[in-house]
């Protein structure tokens, strides 16, 4: 009966609140592979979604400036950016060829999204990173985002159970304390006991430097959310607050069932 009771009571103050549940909002830029190690075409696709969830999918608008940095270059690729609809949402896709050794970091600045729920605009800068020929090199070169996860753990080539670390940077300077949230896209096969597990969070520390073991093969995201600068009218026209995220997404590998040479 107490059970029933805190149902009812957390139901009927959602109603009196007007309350929705919270979804942590990630934007993916996923890759068809975290190594090439015979260099060809990759193909990445961008969604604005929930993860662990899988959706629902938000209406993703034509990126402002998707690219890719490379040997200390930035190469725009916004034009070469196709239409590929997921759920019946807009979202993206992008194939380019890697024809050198070393780190592509690939990126994406999104346009603002609002959300009503939270009465503020999102934009994430996300990027990863596709290793052309397993080189392991250029992997810690920054692409210079507004915000930015500057990795410390080579992020390709990571097994299952490895630990990822890195640092948060806003306009290139560490972010003390910054909040981290953490989610992988699921497949499905993994349902969350409760909500508490939908969204992992960590706080870096003094440094701007946080660390977390990935506990599954997938690819995981992790975001730092951070206040930005310089409000937007909201549609409404009032002032609203801009939440700025710094996106990394890493991909683990089980070693059990790993093909060898």
């Known amino acids: 009966m107490s059970h029933l009771r805190s149902a009812l009571r957390f139901g009927l103050v959602g109603l009196l609140l007007g309350a929705t549940p919270a979804f942590a909002h990630f934007q993916e830029i996923i890759p068809s592979a975290d190594v090439l190690p015979e260099g060809g075409d990759v193909t990445l696709d961008l969604i604005f979604t929930h993860p662990v969830e899988r959706g629902p999918t938000m209406e993703m608008k034509k990126p402002v400036r998707v690219g890719v940095h490379a040997g200390g270059k930035t190469t725009d690729l916004t034009d070469q950016v196709k239409a590929k609809p997921v759920d019946g949402k807009s979202a993206w896709s992008l194939t380019r060829a890697i024809a050198e050794p070393g780190a592509e970091i690939f990126f994406v600045e999104p346009q603002p999204y609002w959300e009503p729920?939270?009465?503020?605009y999102i934009v994430h800068y996300a990027k990863v990173?596709?290793?052309?020929?397993?080189?392991?090199?250029?992997?810690?070169?920054?692409?210079?985002?507004?915000?930015?996860?500057?990795?410390?753990?080579?992020?390709?080539?990571?097994?299952?159970?490895?630990?990822?670390?890195?640092?948060?940077?806003?306009?290139?300077?560490?972010?003390?304390?910054?909040?981290?949230?953490?989610?992988?896209?699921?497949d499905g096969s993994v349902?969350?006991?409760?909500?508490?597990?939908?969204?992992?969070?960590?706080?870096?520390?003094?440094?701007?430097?946080?660390?977390?073991?990935?506990?599954?093969?997938?690819?995981?995201?992790?975001?730092?959310?951070?206040?930005?600068?310089?409000?937007?009218?909201?549609?409404?026209?009032?002032?609203?607050?801009?939440?700025?995220?710094?996106?990394?997404?890493?991909?683990?590998?089980?070693m059990a069932g790993a093909a060898g040479k």
Not at 142 to 164: A, Y
Not at 217 to 243: I, Q, Y
């Open 191 to 254: 349902r969350p006991p409760n909500d508490a597990f939908v969204t992992q969070v960590i706080k870096a520390d003094a440094n701007g430097t946080f660390t977390y073991a990935m506990p599954r093969a997938g690819w995981w995201g992790f975001a730092a959310l951070l206040d930005g600068d310089a409000k937007k009218p909201a549609p409404d026209g009032k002032p609203a607050a801009v939440e700025e995220g710094a996106l990394i997404w890493v991909k683990a590998t089980d």
């Open 117 to 120: 729920a939270e009465n503020k």
């Open 129 to 186: 990173i596709v290793d052309g020929f397993a080189s392991g090199e250029g992997w810690d070169e920054l692409v210079g985002l507004p915000v930015e996860i500057q990795p410390l753990t080579r992020p390709t080539g990571l097994w299952t159970g490895n630990v990822f670390s890195g640092v948060v940077l806003k306009a290139g300077k560490p972010v003390p304390f910054a909040e981290v949230e953490v989610e992988f896209v699921n």
